[in-house]
């Protein structure tokens, strides 16, 4: 008998080969990080340059693959009938919902090292440790995922594509992605560091653009993200819908 982990193995390098075989998937995690690394880090836009860009295009990237791209691609899954065959399976929804999250993780991860191959190509000097900053961004997948799966189960198709997409505009403007909630008025910016996508860049900006010498600042933004990742995550559970 097939175990729950080589079903959900399978189902994530099936998922994984349906994402690099979607131009569009291909466009919003390659090319369009790449062309912000570009934009951010080459001209004044961004104070902080090169360095400051790359933790911002990295907290971008995942919010776009693993929230608003999964969450629309999964509710269309849905729409087509898709996840009904799905369920005809003996894959669980448990093992469909780690599937897709792994095989979204390993894309953003790909991502990723073309976004800092890139920033060191053009003077980024990283700080900090990479192991963490790793482990950081595979939480920052799980927890992005969560509620994109969630969103995606929950809602109809073309409610997905609208609010996937308001909510990736809101968290980017006022998310504390390219503005942080240390430049924000202090009432704003105390609430907008408890977002998830505040707490990812916040984090990423703390290990890779020097060097970490206080752990304890890891410790808020960490467990934000974690709050964030579990509620998704049982909310997903939960309510996600095979039709």
Known sequence: ?????????????WELRLLLR??????????????????????????????SAISKVLTISILASCFTSL??????????????????????????LMGKSLATAIVTLLSAIVVVLLGITLGWHPGGSWPLAVLIAVLGCFTFASWGLFLAGALRAEAVLAVANGVFLALLLF??????????????????AFLPSAALADTFSLILIGPLNNLNLLLQPVAVLMVWGAAGAILARRFFRWE
């Open 175 to 192: 998310g504390g992605i390219l503005i942080a909630p240390s430049e924000l008025p202090e009432v704003l910016g105390v609430v907008i």
């Open 1 to 13: 008998m097939t175990s729950s982990w080589a079903r959900t193995r399978a189902h994530t390098g």
């Open 71 to 96: 969450a629309i691609a999964t509710g269309f899954e849905r729409r087509s009938g898709a996840l009904r065959f799905l369920a005809t399976t003996p894959l669980t929804r448990a093992q469909l």
């Open 22 to 51: 979607n131009g569009e998937q291909l466009l919003l995690v390659f090319i369009i990080p790449v062309v912000l690394v570009l934009a951010l880090g080459l001209t004044s836009f961004m104070p902080g340059g090169i360095d």
